[in-house]
């Protein structure tokens, strides 16, 4: 068993992984049980970065959609909603919508892969993305990493002010 | 890298099979790296298997101490072998799942939050060499997974159908995630101070004048209180006194894990205290010098300064240290637990936001500015 051999049924496992869960999140009418099938497709996404070599990328993705997003949402959902089963309100609209929707992004995917990395060689063996990607954040794209903190900690500002208290 | 733990296993399966006249080497190299990581995992879970029960017997002994009584003292030594009669008591017991559970996920639930609290141990360094798996990511992979354990009790509280489930894993997410930042916030001081995030690395670096080439007294004034802020946000994110709000049994019975029984509320314990396990391991080998001895070598053998150990028997000497630092760090938190009562809702918040985020970013900074210095 070679190495491609390997990764070719890791890939496949995560790929049936991510559809089947992608699935009950499109097609479950709790919303609930829709979040916690998200969970598997975050993982199944982190873990195709990760079979990439893009190791602080899947970490980041479990960090961030994980950690942050999936459970922001199950807070959400669980605190304001009425406790046992929560209906989805999918209409035929929606779902002709969602498809259209669905086809925009994926025309999008097509030409960004098109234009951008059409017939490049993959990266060479590498041990680790880390360096090269802090290197790359406080080098060259030094300005829109600052940029985009400093976006991030004027909205954690706002939303603090938001939530003040107002009795004294 | 050479002598990792995963080349000692391979070493080991080609000496066995040599003995019986197999050629490992014909073996295709996926096959042998897949053995030996599964075989380094499994052996990850026998230790944290050890690990809960020796410290679930210990903790019961250490509390019988502290209130002035005996403990468990009858089944064995020392009652040392109370926690296998409670294991196999634990085997037998029916199986109960509430008429009213969302089946589906109240299995999945103790799974997802043991998924979690093993994940880091994959990259927790022993010694030198004994490590599963050196990852540059080291300690940011460590505490990613936390995430998962968050997801895990959030499902446990919510698939139980019951209030007090639903309002422990909601106060034990909210904890877990507030307590994330000040906890990030220690670790990258140690990552600035040292430049690494791989904690084998780490470790290497604190190589040395013996405590005072550690963490701790490196980068001091800001890696020694950015270890108390790693240590007390490790405390609430394991859901130990006093943060065990989760589980608080005067108000919510016992929070996310009521309607648990039998195996599946093992494995929430097992859970809970492989998370120690992590808090404890992850303080010493990013403050406390992992491996390294805390008395020079001088002292240690009496014998010439340059004395060098071979490979098993520092490989053996560095685990001895560091489990040695990783269960006193427990022994902390059970001490902890029997000394103090439990904190309000309100000092949870005001400890996290107004303490220790203040905390870790002053540390953050002042190991900056020492980094750039020094």
Known sequence: ?168 | MPGTLTDIINFVIQTALALVGLDYARVPEMLRIGAAMLIACAAMLGYVAVVALFFGWAERRVAGRMQARQGPNIVGPFGLLQLIADAVKILVKEDIIPQTAHRFLFRLAPILVFMGAFAPFVVLPFSETLVVSNLSLGVYYALSFAALEVVGVIMAGWASNNKWSLYGGMRLAAQMMSYEIPMGLAVLTVAVLSGHLNLRTIVLDQQGHWIFSWNIFRGFPWAFLGMFAFYLAGLAGSKRTPFDLPEAESEIVAGYHTEYSGMRFVIFYLSEYATMYVVSALTAVLFLGGWHAPIPRVLAWGGEVHWEAGPVLSALIGMANMIGKSFFLMFVMLWFRWTYPRVRVDQIVYLCMKVLVPLGIICLIGASVWALVL
């Not at chain 1, 873990?47 to 959400?76: M, N, S």
């Not at chain 1, 098109?114 to 990607?133: D, K, V």
Request: hydrophobic share 65%; with cysteine.
């Open chain 1, 1 to 168: 068993m070679s190495a491609e051999v390997v990764q070719a049924i890791i890939f496949y496992f995560l790929a049936a992984m991510l559809v089947v869960s992608c699935a009950i999140v499109v097609f479950s009418y709790s919303i609930v049980n829709a979040c916690f099938a998200l969970l598997f497709t975050l993982l199944a996404v982190a873990g195709f970065y990760a079979l990439l070599g893009a190791d602080f990328l899947a970490v980041t993705q479990v960090v961030v959609y994980v950690g942050g997003i999936l459970v922001l949402l199950l807070f959400g959902i669980l605190l304001t909603s009425p406790l046992p089963v929560i209906l989805g309100v999918a209409t035929r609209r929606t779902y002709y919508l969602a498809v259209a929707a669905g086809a925009a992004v994926f025309a999008l995917l097509v030409i960004i892969v098109r234009a951008f990395w059409a017939g490049q060689p993959a990266p060479a063996e590498q041990q680790s993305s880390l360096e090269a990607l802090g290197t790359l954040l406080l080098g060259k794209y030094l300005f829109p990493f600052e940029f985009a903190s400093l976006t991030l900690l004027a909205a954690l500002i706002g939303a603090a002010y938001l939530v003040r208290r107002n009795d004294h």
